[in-house]
């Protein structure tokens, strides 16, 4: 038992302990809850009390935040509003709950017949869930069944759909303003003609504790395995000097991945685009992740981008720990947020 809280306390978020520390500019302090650190009360200068736990504040009504948190729910709202979600996107269920529901069609083989039938490579990820946990792309049956297998262990309902390809980005909504955009660039290494991709991730790993990053890279993660075998790759692979090696298809920034700040380039199209689809989503926080076949920059095309998903309580804990001016960056957008929550 000691061992799981030295664990969760190692990977408590930062949020409790930015809010306790920016409250004082507006006024407000923060009751930091002692033991684990990820629960919070705010009380403003005016009396009024606000919660949060992890990353979820009380900006966001319950029924829109599950409805986000649901991705094959929050894919219908979006299509049927007329965003541009991932297409051929279909639920299948773990074995117990297909026989609890009786969808005796859906199950982890019936989501194989779907994928033959779109044609690999194919997407698979659990249906709730974040930072990138169970999500695969898969080129064969072997890994399918692999990867449905992870997913349900994580959720009984999984997502089999057509992977689309692009620039990854997460612009974070706030009443009606985007308040940060990054590109997100997945897990890689950069070979120096000396070092395997192995010591490479290692050394990737030490860089990540250096900048109190809360990161922790699985080198004995399947999927990282799989990749370089596509590459003709292994982990005992010395990369020539230069040569760039992905390890992962996901980019978010908790596997690993790299984030690169382009709020300031975010086309004007795309900024509304972003906060319209918050608002009819009922949020007032959201983090709307986009894929980009092109550059943010530009105009959206049709055909040209996708919403991946969005996210009700968009953590920016892995942004804040990519360096000193990020870090900065957060707590000006966590003010802005502690404002909002005053309103």
């Not at 249906?127 to 349900?152: K, L, P």
Request: proline residues 4%; glycine residues 8%; charged residues 25%.
């Amino acid at each position: 038992m000691k061992n799981i809280k030295r664990r969760l306390k190692k990977e408590s978020l930062v949020l409790g302990k930015l809010l306790k520390k920016i409250a004082p500019r507006i006024g407000a302090s923060v009751f930091l809850e002692p033991e684990w650190e990820i629960a919070g009360q705010i009380t403003f200068k005016s009396g009024k009390k606000s919660y949060f736990r992890y990353n979820t504040l009380d900006l966001n009504p319950v029924g829109a935040s599950d409805i986000a948190q649901d991705k094959d729910y929050a894919n219908l709202f979006m299509r049927r509003l007329g965003y541009p979600i991932v297409p051929d996107s279909k639920t299948f269920f773990s074995k117990e709950w297909a026989q609890a529901v009786g969808a005796s069609r859906r199950t982890i083989d019936d989501a194989y017949v779907y994928a033959k039938r779109l044609g690999f490579p194919v997407v698979v990820k659990p249906n709730s869930g974040s930072q990138g946990s169970g999500v695969a792309i898969v080129h064969n049956r072997r890994e399918f069944y692999r990867a449905m297998r992870a997913a349900f262990k994580l959720d009984r309902v999984a997502l089999v759909q057509k992977p689309v390809h692009g620039q990854d980005y997460r612009l974070v909504v706030l009443d009606d303003e985007v308040i940060s955009a990054y590109e997100r660039i997945p897990l890689n290494i950069v070979g120096d003609g000396k070092t395997s991709i192995q010591r490479l991730l290692q050394m990737k790993q030490r860089q990540f504790i250096a900048a109190k990053r809360g990161t922790r890279i699985k080198v004995d993660d399947p999927r990282i395995a799989e990749k370089l075998k596509r590459q003709g790759l292994t982990l005992h692979s010395v990369p020539s000097l230069g040569e760039q090696a992905f390890l992962l298809d996901n980019a978010n920034l908790s596997s690993g991945g790299d984030a690169v700040d382009v709020t300031a380039s975010v086309n004007l199209a795309f900024r509304q685009l972003a906060v319209r689809l918050t608002n009819d989503m009922n949020l007032r926080l959201c983090g709307v992740d986009l894929m980009v076949d092109g550059y943010i920059s530009g105009l959206p095309i049709p055909g040209k981008y996708w919403v991946l998903e969005i996210n009700a309580a968009p953590g920016l804990d892995h942004y804040a720990r990519t360096g000193k001016a990020q870090e900065k960056i957060v707590e000006e957008l966590y003010l802005k947020v502690l404002r909002s929550l005053d309103r």
